[in-house]
């Protein structure tokens, strides 16, 4: 149902993709938007576009009498509802909300939310190809890339598969996801949240709206999602890396097994062109909703063993010498590192560093021993990595990512593997993951084989 925004005063904050996104969808129903960012004019001028002439600028800061005259304040994913000119409009009584909620309001379409600290973006991106090949008319995105407010652009949808971050969650209000994805929990972004409670019930928004009619997927390994989904209504179904459950997905004999209402059936893990345990479970999240939907199996299985995976998540750049290169620029924080040394066997080079998210670098102490040799550290984050890693391995220290490429390339043996998965954000040297992960490969593609000379 279309709200009617005609003449309201709104302010859009945060002049990334979601708040342009934003600004363009409140100014084509007619309302009066500022765009509020902290940075100055030269840092967004090449980002506006047509919206330069549509829209009002408030820059350098967030302007409070703007905030607390306002009708509506809407954040960008990423903004915290802390900052003074926020809270001051909270105060004086004025709506705040987020880009999701916005969005969810206009459209009322079948949805499907996917959150977790790990393989939120692989899993998405796997349940569009799937529904798609179903044919169903699907938008895909959220943090994954395209807003969700970009979707209001066409209408006949039969699906939303969307990817939801903690930041994205914070600011929901009657959004009710028809399905319900909590891949895992573990430490992240503690640079924005005072400890890990607050992080998780962030998360645990997700299950906020649903009723019995909703389902909830949830790993049955994750001792976290299992306590924060029993605060819903959804119907739950589980699946599992380390056993068979009664009723949903695990995994026996190098097979996905899929038990419902009375029926089973297997999956040749074999078959698949994703790799490692993570990869599994993220196979197994994505497959539950279409099967429960009516999707045919054979389609939703050929449909999974096509995928190659996401850039910058566990990609194969090359195999140089015997060594094979591996771009994990989306390992942002220590579970996911975790989980894609998992993937590999001894012995490891390890490329790791960046913005520091406050996790605790001591997590990655049993990953790290007996299977990563040399631990190679750029970034902000290497002197804390450096002191919570002392001892698991031989670390060096690289002043950027070409060093450390030229630095693996020497370090690392044939029939070794070289893999950047940084467990920190990548602000500090790179405006994304994605410029992380290019300036990584290009890298890795310049080196020359040693037979060559």
Not at 32 to 50: C, I, N, P, T, W
Request: hydrophobic residues 40%.
């Amino acid at each position: 149902m279309q709200v009617d925004y005609r003449d309201k005063q709104i302010v859009v904050v945060g002049a990334g993709k979601s708040g342009l996104a934003l600004c363009d969808y409140f100014c084509h129903l007619g309302a009066k938007v500022v765009l509020s960012d902290r940075r100055e004019f030269s840092d967004v001028s090449g980002q506006l576009g047509a919206l330069a002439g549509q829209i009002e600028l408030d820059l350098g800061g967030h302007t409070t009498e703007l905030f607390s005259q306002a009708d509506l304040v809407v954040l960008s994913p990423g903004v915290p509802l802390e900052i003074p000119a926020v809270a001051a409009a909270r105060s004086a009584g004025i709506q705040v909300t987020g880009e999701v909620e916005i969005a969810w309001q206009a459209l009322r379409v079948p949805t499907i939310g996917i959150t977790g600290t790990n393989g939120k973006s692989t899993t998405t991106a796997l349940l569009g190809e799937i529904f798609g090949a179903w044919g169903q008319r699907t938008f895909v995105g959220g943090n994954l890339g395209v807003p969700l407010v970009a979707a209001t652009n066409r209408h006949g949808w039969d699906w939303l598969v969307v990817e939801l971050s903690s930041f994205q969650l914070e600011t929901i209000d009657q959004f009710r996801p028809r399905w319900s994805l909590l891949l895992n929990l573990s430490e992240d972004h503690l640079d924005r949240y005072p400890d890990l409670a607050s992080y998780r019930q962030a998360k645990q928004r997700i299950f906020l709206n649903q009723t019995a009619e909703d389902y909830a997927v949830v790993n049955l390994d994750d001792s976290a999602v299992l306590e924060m989904a029993a605060s819903g209504q959804a119907r739950q179904i589980g699946f599992s890396s380390s056993r068979l459950p009664e009723t949903g997905m695990g995994l026996a004999n190098e097979q996905i097994v899929w038990r419902w209402q009375g029926g089973e059936q297997r999956f040749a893990c074999g078959e698949l062109q994703l790799k490692g345990v993570h990869n599994l479970e993220n196979v197994m999240a994505a497959m539950i909703p279409p099967l429960v939907e009516g999707c045919p199996a054979e389609l939703v299985w050929q449909t999974v063993c096509d995928f190659r995976g996401l850039e910058h998540r566990m990609c194969l750049v090359r195999e140089l010498d015997g060594v094979p290169w591996y771009n994990d620029s989306k390992g942002t924080n220590v579970g996911s590192v975790v989980k894609s040394l998992a993937g590999l066997r001894p012995p490891v080079t390890l490329i790791a560093g960046g913005k520091d998210k406050g996790g605790d670098y001591r997590l990655l102490q049993p990953a790290l021993q007996g299977k990563v040799v040399e631990l190679i550290l750029i970034g902000e984050a290497a002197e804390r990595m450096e002191l919570a890693l002392a001892g698991c391995c031989r670390i060096h220290r690289a002043i950027d990512m070409r060093e450390a490429v030229k630095l693996a390339r020497r370090l690392t043996p044939e029939r070794g593997a070289v893999l950047l998965s940084p467990g920190c954000s990548s602000f500090d040297m790179f405006r994304s993951f994605e410029e992380r992960g290019e300036v990584f490969t290009r890298a890795v593609l310049e080196l020359t084989e040693r037979k060559a000379g």
